[in-house]
């Protein structure tokens, strides 16, 4: 988990991949959604570029200014958002306060849960799983 966690360990790393999940692309709208110190957003944004996650392209609008983009690499961390997320709504809201939720957006209906199932199906618990080393020649499948 070390590798992962020095490309989006901190929260504003995780935030800005939010808000490119949303449709954010520049500079501005990030520091805007985020309220961030423009220097502290610079460093976060570099950071997510160099471990592929961002990509820079020249503006949609054709201007002098460029874009942040997701890659496969970030887009590949949606199913950790939804994790947090749903996650979140279960620990840190009240049953009667207001809060956001995914929807599928051809259906309007909310996004059914996360599991984690092992191959045969099953619905897997912490306690039903076991980390072990591979040769680098094995790689997970499934």
Known sequence: MARPLDAIGDWWSLLIVRDAFDGLRRFGEFQKSLGLAKNI????????????????????????????????????????????????EDHFFQPDESHVTLLDRGTGLPVRRLELRSQDGRLLEPEDTVVKRLPPSEKGDG
Request: hydrophobic share 40%; proline share 4%.
């Open 41 to 88: 957003l610079s460093a976060r944004l570099k950071n997510l570029v160099s471990h592929g996650i961002l990509d820079t392209v020249p503006a949609s609008d054709g201007s002098a200014y460029q874009e942040y983009v997701l890659t496969g690499k970030g887009r590949g961390l949606f199913p950790l958002l939804v994790a947090l997320r749903q996650w979140g």
